[in-house]
């Protein structure tokens, strides 16, 4: 069954770090980017970055510059998404996602979400 | 920055009527990067449409998309109960990545 099945919920205090895991299945694991897409509570859709899974370069959106980090493990086919410096602004459910392949650039399979509470 | 806006924000209209959403960008982009994702409550974001008018693998055929350059619209032509949900338009830019739409929501009425 092709699936990505993401890491359980945290609560972590202001200032702390959280690191989420993707794990990948049912396809081939380095075939295809993976992108990690956030969502505060009643909000919309955010794009955090992607990690191409075969070499492991990254691409981080400008505002995570610097406080996300996303690594993967080819061995078990597993992706990390690791955010720092966590605020009360960052409490959300992230999401990874697979994107489809070029040229048509969307996502097409979707983790079931990691809810992540920052709270003091 | 390509920024996208999306409307109504909310839509109200019953099964079996017909749902038009739209999503206009604040410049013009290339339609092979622009998506639709349907969002069911407590789910995670499902795709309908990619490059702007080609379905998804397994999405119903009253699910249409369409535009081009600033405009583009999502068409739902008889609406079932569970397409009640949040509707998100996405777009790929080379220097900004990935953003949504802020999403409209389809009610019931």
């Known amino acids: 069954q092709v699936q990505l099945v993401q890491s359980g919920a945290e609560v972590k205090k202001p200032g702390a770090s959280v690191k989420v895991s993707c794990k990948a299945s049912?396809?081939?694991?380095?075939?295809?980017?993976l992108h990690w897409v956030r969502q505060a509570p009643g909000q919309g859709l955010e794009w955090l970055g992607r990690?191409?899974?075969?070499?492991?370069?990254?691409n981080y959106a400008q505002k995570f510059q610097g406080r996300v980090t996303m690594t993967r493990e080819t061995s078990i086919g597993t992706v990390y998404m690791e955010l720092t410096g966590l605020t009360s602004d960052d409490t959300s459910v992230y999401y990874c996602?697979?994107?489809?392949?070029?040229?048509?650039?969307?996502?097409?399979?979707w983790g079931q979400g990691t809810t992540v509470i920052v709270s003091s | 920055e390509i920024v996208l806006t999306q409307s109504p924000g909310t839509l109200s209209l019953s099964p079996g009527e017909r749902a038009t959403l739209s999503c206009r960008a604040s410049?013009?982009?290339?339609?092979?990067?622009l998506a639709w994702y349907q969002q069911r409550p407590g789910q995670a974001p499902r795709l309908l449409i990619y490059?702007?008018?080609t379905r998804a693998t397994g999405i119903p055929d009253r699910f249409t998309g369409g535009g081009s350059g600033t405009d583009f619209t999502l068409t739902i032509s008889t609406l079932e109960p569970e397409d009640f949900a949040v509707y998100y338009c996405?777009?790929?830019?080379?220097?900004?990545?990935?953003?949504f739409g802020q999403g409209s929501k389809l009610e019931i009425k």
């Open positions: 996602a697979r994107r489809r392949q070029p040229p048509f650039l969307a996502f097409d399979l």
């Open positions: 049912g396809y081939t694991f380095s075939d295809y980017y």
């Open positions: 990690i191409a899974p075969s070499s492991g370069t990254t």
């Open positions: 410049q013009s982009l290339s339609s092979t990067y």
């Open positions: 490059g702007a008018s």
């Open positions: 996405q777009h790929y830019g080379t220097s900004q990545g990935f953003t």
